[in-house]
């Protein structure tokens, strides 16, 4: 493998980096600041680059029905549903009434509500409840790190062909690799790091975006 195709950045580089993208949003950067405020779990959040990404991802490959597991003050949710087209709909699952009624205020602000159903009950429940028929071109997957193997194989078989899963915080602030860490979400983590370059019916990249990324194109 050859050397020297990375680079650990600096608080200065990394900020550089952020502010070479079209990342700065009024709307996105109050939420940001008011997710820190209230909740003290700023680190919940997706970083702003990554939402960039995400977006690019969905409107690149014409997304117009979307799912993200976890939505937590609702960032993430808004950088998906941008994407979509005027009709378009993402499902939103979580169990935080609190936190999500951050997020409806600003899918408010970012007039984003009418493509936005939020689903509170634990996700594999939304999932098993979702009609037969029901398909996705794009999802997200930033829920509970300890059913995430589970999360995959139920988005998958929904997954239209050429669509995306992306599978949040894959580097797990670098406990993939401490094999002292044997606690059930990062063994979760390390399962379906693993299996999924052996998977056969999806493309694999894992990118070291914020706390890693990992994008699946169904074949």
Not at 8 to 36: C, F, I, K, M, W
Not at 103 to 117: C, D, F, M, N, P
Not at 177 to 200: E, G, V
Request: proline share 5%; charged share 25%.
């Amino acid at each position: 493998m050859p050397d020297g195709k990375f680079l650990s950045l600096s608080p200065e580089l990394y900020e550089y980096v952020v502010a070479h993208g079209r990342n700065r949003d009024p709307v996105l950067a109050e939420l940001a600041d008011e997710t820190a405020r209230r909740t003290g779990m700023a680190m919940m959040q997706i970083a702003p680059e990554q939402g960039t990404l995400m977006t690019i991802l969905a409107r690149a490959i014409g997304a117009r029905h979307a799912i993200e597991l976890g939505t937590f003050t609702g960032y993430s949710a808004i950088c998906i549903a941008r994407a979509l087209p005027p009709e378009g709909n993402l499902l939103c699952c979580d169990v935080s009434a609190e936190w999500t009624a951050v997020a409806r205020r600003y899918w408010e602000k970012a007039g984003l509500s009418h493509k936005i159903t939020l689903k509170l009950a634990p996700a594999l429940e939304t999932l098993h409840s979702l009609p037969g028929n029901e398909t996705f071109d794009f999802a997200f997957i930033d829920a509970d790190k300890s059913n995430q193997p589970a999360y995959y194989e139920e988005i998958l078989k929904r997954l239209r062909r050429n669509g995306l899963i992306l599978i949040d915080n894959v580097i797990w602030g670098g406990a993939v690799l401490d094999n002292r860490d044997q606690t059930p979400d990062t063994r979760s983590i390390r399962d379906l790091n693993d299996f999924l370059p052996k998977d056969d019916r999806v493309d694999v990249v894992m990118l070291p975006v914020a706390d890693g990324l990992t994008i699946c194109r169904k074949k």
